[in-house]
């Protein structure tokens, strides 16, 4: 069985190895494909894995495929209707990082609060040494305990998210549209959205990107929250209109924003780039290896279970 990899190296950039891959067939491995080349490089391979290289209807139609196993959660990058009438199984890796998502949150929002880059530079730079007292900042530095964090969208990584948050000792505001009220409790309530806008000092973002949800945080939804609010996202770049949310850091009725996905990746001349109390990082909230060894092992046993005539976490 010939196994195409077509852009294996964001998943494992040497620190991980497919010898679990390679035990299942003979595989062709590629760090990156280019658009043009993607049906060259199939060839006649019946399984092909991707991340994310695009596989249209044309490819498809192009390529005797006979299995596509995604190197991600998302699979969009992945023509469905196109594999599903050319009777091809699709598989993704549903989860994989549900904890290193969640303490990325974290680590978004404590430099925000803290400023840690900023000082520890300063602090190399000798602003320290020349100081006239025992300490300084330059930024204000933020407590979390009794501030409300509000969640949209309450799956594994929302959960897990809030898990954190009350450890910080912050009540916790979620939306979803299938809430579990079992999980409530005396500061972990279910509320709508509106609600979740108006009492939230952070919200963080969770849900998947879906024709109700792109957008989602735009003038009209920003006008909702309190001003002064701080915005995380480690969903997907388009929930956001980013030039709102331009406008909306400017005028600091957003105080800050943690972003680590845009709504094109990897950026060209995003209008956020150039502000200043935007944060942005490039798509590493999923990254810890320890997360990219949960996923290729969840690839290679998607693939198996599929051999075997058994195929999970077919989408």
């Given at each position: 069985?010939?196994?195409?990899?077509?852009?294996?190296?964001?998943?494992?950039?040497?620190?991980?190895?497919?010898?679990?891959?390679?035990?299942?067939?003979?595989?062709?491995?590629?760090?990156?494909?280019?658009?043009?080349?993607?049906?060259?490089?199939?060839?006649?391979?019946?399984?092909?894995?991707?991340?994310?290289?695009?596989?249209?209807?044309?490819?498809?139609?192009?390529?005797?495929?006979?299995?596509?196993?995604?190197?991600?959660?998302?699979?969009?990058?992945?023509?469905?209707?196109?594999?599903?009438?050319?009777?091809?199984?699709?598989?993704?890796?549903?989860?994989?990082?549900?904890?290193?998502?969640?303490?990325?949150?974290?680590?978004?929002?404590?430099?925000?609060?803290?400023?840690?880059?900023?000082?520890?530079?300063?602090?190399?730079?000798?602003?320290?040494?020349?100081?006239?007292?025992?300490?300084?900042?330059?930024?204000?530095?933020?407590?979390?305990?009794?501030?409300?964090?509000?969640?949209?969208?309450a799956g594994r990584i929302g959960i897990e998210t809030a898990k954190i948050a009350k450890a910080f000792g912050m009540t916790i505001v979620a939306y979803t549209r299938t809430p579990d009220?079992?999980?409530?409790?005396?500061?972990?309530?279910?509320?709508?959205?509106?609600?979740?806008?108006?009492?939230?000092?952070?919200?963080?973002?969770?849900?998947?990107?879906?024709?109700?949800?792109?957008?989602?945080?735009?003038?009209?939804?920003?006008?909702?929250?309190?001003?002064?609010?701080?915005?995380?996202?480690?969903?997907?770049?388009?929930?956001?209109?980013?030039?709102?949310?331009?406008?909306?850091?400017?005028?600091?009725?957003?105080?800050?924003?943690?972003?680590?996905?845009?709504?094109?990746?990897?950026?060209?001349?995003?209008?956020?780039?150039?502000?200043?109390?935007?944060?942005?990082?490039?798509?590493?909230?999923?990254?810890?290896?320890?997360?990219?060894?949960?996923?290729?092992?969840?690839?290679?046993?998607?693939?198996?279970?599929?051999?075997?005539?058994?195929?999970?976490?077919?989408?």
């Amino acid at each position: 069985m010939k196994i195409v990899i077509l852009d294996g190296y964001t998943l494992n950039p040497g620190d991980l190895n497919w010898i679990a891959m390679e035990t299942l067939g003979t595989v062709t491995l590629y760090d990156r494909t280019d658009n043009a080349d993607i049906i060259k490089r199939i060839g006649d391979a019946e399984i092909v894995i991707t991340n994310k290289t695009p596989l249209t209807k044309e490819t498809i139609e192009a390529c005797h495929i006979k299995y596509i196993g995604v190197l991600a959660t998302g699979y969009n990058v992945v023509d469905v209707d196109a594999a599903t009438q050319n009777n091809i199984v699709v598989t993704n890796v549903p989860t994989y990082g549900t904890e290193t998502v969640a303490q990325y949150v974290f680590a978004l929002l404590l430099e925000i609060c803290h400023h840690v880059g900023d000082h520890n530079q300063a602090v190399h730079q000798g602003k320290w040494s020349t100081s006239p007292d025992f300490c300084f900042w330059n930024q204000p530095l933020i407590e979390l305990k009794g501030k409300t964090f509000g969640i949209i969208g309450a799956g594994r990584i929302g959960i897990e998210t809030a898990k954190i948050a009350k450890a910080f000792g912050m009540t916790i505001v979620a939306y979803t549209r299938t809430p579990d009220i079992s999980l409530e409790s005396d500061n972990f309530k279910f509320v709508d959205l509106d609600t979740l806008y108006k009492k939230s000092d952070i919200i963080s973002l969770h849900c998947p990107l879906t024709e109700s949800t792109k957008g989602m945080i735009n003038t009209s939804s920003i006008h909702k929250m309190k001003d002064g609010v701080i915005l995380i996202n480690t969903s997907r770049g388009p929930l956001i209109v980013e030039s709102d949310l331009k406008e909306a850091l400017l005028s600091r009725k957003i105080y800050a924003a943690g972003i680590d996905v845009l709504s094109s990746e990897p950026p060209i001349d995003n209008v956020l780039l150039s502000v200043e109390n935007c944060i942005i990082t490039p798509h590493i909230a999923w990254a810890t290896q320890a997360a990219r060894e949960r996923l290729l092992q969840t690839a290679v046993d998607n693939l198996k279970a599929f051999l075997d005539g058994s195929p999970i976490n077919q989408v």
